[in-house]
């Protein structure tokens, strides 16, 4: 219960920290907080690895890459005049020049100290037309591998992350009345097109596995699955911009289909990978550790108050945190599919099973979720995001406005950095865990360097718990194209200036850079910018009213 997880927490902190375990602030009466030292980087899946912890940044391809006008999303986003859709609120355009300024920006990674850097390779450069290989977009992506190997930093690959070439699935032709061809195999829903597209992807991912799997170990297959599906196919604000969820009959026929495509492209790359890359680079006993991630959320019963939740609201809640977290992890680890979302598997999904050997977790927010006025069919909910509201929908409790995040219109809540980790730890004790992402919009130093002190306090507490949590990977290493939302949330570590793309340090690189080079968090860190008390306020907003607070 989240009641149970936030008690156990404020205890623990109280005991860290002394009296001031809430406040955010100064020492006060009970003294400074004490340090905490993180242990060096180790194996990501052995069991010598446990106790091993990571300090990294992440990136995504088509959100920093510029020109990559082989995508899905250059033709979602381009302008009209230009031949695209126009959708969402910019073009991805140049993004933040990071093709261009690839080996550079490794010199910003050596600036924080960080031991690792997860960063996509886009498909679509690398296979611009079906069948064709661009061996000069190959070369760019060896020696981006090249330079973080020298650099002492270790890369992770992540194979799809919210991107494909424009012929997997064109968003230009989402009717494809013409069935599926070379030029646009039609999505993941197309029954004829989604299993070429499942081989394809393999093909894709046995290619860099042997291409790079010499001084690569560590890849992920898909990034934040449920999320990408519900955005692209769900709703319809990524491409292909297809909208399958709001009955029950595109729901369980259309959408969870789609699921399980996406599933049998997880385990396609997952076992290409591990046949194609052999060559263990970093000598720890195994040559290719692979996993996905997560997007999760503190999910809470919208109708809640101080003494009781709604028991309504409270049953919805646990259906949400089912589909949002362990419906597809699940079905990759006994390779059995829920395929009506009643909570139990109905279907074997052949070679899925045992497809995941560690487990990114990617948190940037808590929100309610209400059965009441629910828009979402069989699962009877309405998920109280952003500014989704169908008259149900309550502020969390205890909700603070200097922690909303007005850019994403959502709440960040530390504590749930704890509880999370300590739930997915229980649930699956056996897999390690990673924070692969986790990040706050803004343009306030302060809150930056706030929310990486507050989240490594509360993996410092998951840790001393007890929990297998190997690193922390920072979203993002610098500003980009946050999809949808365009180029208005500022993520970076580094902001950029995107008439120059100069890049310049945050208080929250400095802080950052600070833990990772001494691999403590100090006292004064902590005093300055930890606790779970009122964060720096954000500027240029009306807080209130844009997080429903």
């Avoid at 009970?30 to 300090?55: H, N, T």
């Avoid at 064109?170 to 993941?188: A, I, M, Q, Y």
């Avoid at 894709?204 to 042997?210: D, G, N, T, V």
């Avoid at 902001?495 to 690189?509: C, N």
Wanted: glycine share 10%; with cysteine.
């Amino acid at each position: 219960m989240r009641t149970r997880n936030i008690a156990i927490l404020v205890a623990a902190l109280t005991a860290a920290c002394g009296d001031d375990a809430g406040s955010g602030g100064s020492g006060g009466e009970g003294g400074a907080p004490a340090a905490i030292a993180f242990s060096p980087p180790g194996s990501l899946v052995s069991a010598e690895g446990k106790g091993s912890f990571r300090f990294g940044a992440a990136t995504a391809s088509t959100q920093i890459e510029d020109q990559n006008q082989t995508t899905d999303w250059w033709a979602f986003t381009a302008p009209v005049a230009e031949g695209g859709l126009g959708k969402g609120k910019a073009p991805v355009g140049d993004a933040s020049n990071g093709f261009s300024l690839a080996l550079e920006d490794i010199a910003l990674l050596k600036e924080l100290g960080v031991d690792s850097y997860r960063f996509s390779i886009e498909w679509a450069r690398v296979e611009p037309e079906r069948n064709v290989i661009d061996e000069e977009a190959l070369a760019h992506y060896d020696a981006v591998v090249d330079a973080l190997v020298a650099a002492g930093i270790r890369p992770m690959i992540t194979l799809h992350h919210f991107s494909n070439p424009i012929w997997v699935a064109d968003p230009r032709d989402n009717e494809c009345v013409n069935g599926p061809s070379d030029t646009n195999l039609c999505g993941f829903g197309n029954s004829e097109g989604a299993p070429q597209i499942v081989q394809e992807f393999g093909e894709h991912a046995a290619l860099l596995a042997e291409r790079f799997g010499d001084r690569v170990d560590e890849w992920g297959t898909v990034n934040e699955p449920v999320n990408y599906l519900l955005a692209g196919y769900g709703i319809g604000s990524f491409p292909p911009g297809q909208s399958n969820i709001l009955t029950e009959e595109k729901l369980l026929g259309e959408f969870i289909p789609i699921v399980q495509t996406y599933l049998e492209l997880h385990a396609a790359a997952y076992t290409a990978v591990k046949m194609n890359d052999v060559i263990d680079a970093d000598s720890d006993g195994s040559a290719a550790d692979v996993g996905f991630t997560l997007s999760i959320a503190d999910w809470v019963p919208a109708r809640d108050n101080l003494v009781s939740e709604d028991p309504e609201d409270l049953a919805a809640r646990d259906r949400v945190v089912y589909i949002y977290h362990h419906l597809f992890l699940d079905a990759a680890r006994t390779g059995e599919f829920d395929t009506d979302l009643d909570g139990e598997p109905d279907k074997t999904v052949p070679g899925v099973a045992g497809t995941v050997d560690w487990l990114g977790l990617q948190y940037y927010f808590r929100s309610g979720v209400t059965a009441k006025n629910p828009v979402l069919p069989v699962v009877a909910l309405t998920p109280c995001f952003g500014t989704i509201d169908f008259g149900a929908c309550l502020p969390p409790v205890g909700g603070d406005k200097t922690k909303c995040i007005p850019a994403m219109k959502y709440e960040f809540y530390e504590p749930a950095v704890f509880s999370l980790l300590s739930d997915f730890s229980s649930r699956y004790p056996d897999l390690p865990l990673l924070i692969s992402e986790s990040g706050l919009a803004t343009e306030v130093g302060e809150r930056r360097a706030e929310h990486v002190v507050r989240s490594l306090e509360q993996i410092a507490l998951a840790r001393e718990a007890g929990v297998d949590v190997r690193g922390y990977y920072h979203w993002s290493l610098y500003d980009n194209f946050e999809w949808a939302e365009g180029f208005e949330p500022r993520f970076g570590l580094f902001t950029v200036d995107y008439a120059s793309y100069e890049r310049t340090p945050t208080l929250g690189a400095t802080v950052l850079g600070e833990v990772a080079k001494s691999r403590e968090l100090s006292s004064e860190q902590r005093t300055t910018y930890g606790g779970l008390g009122p964060m720096t306020e954000e500027t240029g907003a009306v807080i209130g009213e844009r997080c429903n607070l």
